[in-house]
């Protein structure tokens, strides 16, 4: 097995279910050449899966332990998954880029109801109707365009290296609404917002959490080809919450990736990002 990396995993310091160093200890014993911890960045408020900032000292010192004891083994890089918020809470605020971080993925979570409410929208298919239903009035496009806008606001504000879970609303959005992603003004609105990725050189993760539950990857497949002719650079991430999961569905993204015409992925190598040939 080769191009064995991920830079998308959380641990403790947010809402992952192990510690770094499991994390790190299952790669190694996988075979990992190189992997990434990226926790839940802080946000102006409490939550249940972000870290908070009194423990940011911690989460870069841990990683600079193991960054030192596994040296010989593997090549780690830490960053952060930062979420876009509002124009005061995201990832181009001072706060973050003064980080001594070695990259960091950009991803929305969470949306403002019209009554100014946060609504957490990445949740499960079944609540997202019911989250649709109670703060938007059922507005499906108006949940769907707010969502691609804030994503264009993030990518136009940047502070971040890889786009994290690029449209992972469409499953959730085409459960509400079966036949969404064939409907036109969607399809654009899509393409319009790797457009500007591709503009700005971002790298945009395969995400691979939901492949064998859900059977679909963030960015859908669908639109695979499309990346590949905006020339956008793309990485294989599991988004691992657990040690075990850190190779799911890598092997099926690095095939998808391949029929789109990919042949390189990018990987962290030497301190940087480096193009690496899909073997
Ligand atoms: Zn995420
Ligand atoms: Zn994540």
């Known amino acids: 097995m080769t191009n064995l990396t991920n830079y998308h995993s959380h641990c403790l310091y947010c809402d992952g279910r192990a510690n770094m160093e499991d994390f790190i200890r299952f790669a190694i014993s996988e075979g990992f050449s190189s992997y990434g911890i990226s926790s839940h960045a802080p946000l102006p408020f409490s939550t249940a899966w972000t870290m908070e900032w009194d423990r940011m000292d911690d989460y870069l ?62 949740t499960p298919a ?9 703060h938007f009035g059922g507005d499906l496009d108006f949940v769907v365009r707010l969502y691609y806008k804030n994503l264009l606001r993030m990518v136009e504000l940047g502070g971040f290296d890889i786009v994290g879970h690029a449209d992972k609303m469409h499953y959730n959005a085409s459960c509400y609404r079966p036949g969404l992603l064939d409907e036109a003004w969607y399809d654009t609105l899509v393409r319009d917002y790797f457009a500007a990725i591709a503009e700005r050189g971002y790298i ?65 190598h030497g301190g940087k990002w480096e193009d690496k040939e899909i073997l």
């Not at 991803?107 to 957490?120: Q, R």
């Not at 079944?126 to 109670?134: M, N, S």
């Not at 939901?210 to 990346?227: A, C, D, K, V």
């Not at 294989?236 to 990919?262: M, Q, T, W």
Request: with cysteine.
């Open 204 to 268: 945009v993760e395969i995400n691979t959490k939901s492949y064998h539950e859900l059977g679909t990857f963030y960015p859908n497949e669908r639109y695979f080809s499309f990346l590949k002719e905006l020339g956008i650079r793309v990485q294989v991430n599991s988004d691992a919450h657990y040690p075990e999961r850190i190779n799911n569905g890598r092997a099926e993204a690095l095939a998808a990736l391949k029929k789109a015409g990919f042949t390189s992925v990018v990987e962290w």
């Open 126 to 134: 079944d609540h997202f109707r019911e989250l649709v239903d109670a």
């Open 61 to 122: 010192s841990e990683f600079s332990r193991l960054k030192a004891k596994y040296a010989d083994e593997i090549e780690l890089a830490v960053g952060l998954e930062i979420d876009y918020l509002n124009e005061e809470s995201n990832p181009s605020l001072s706060r973050f880029q003064e980080l001594p971080l070695d990259y960091c993925i950009g991803s929305v979570h969470m949306l403002y109801s019209p009554e100014g409410k946060v609504v957490d929208i990445d």
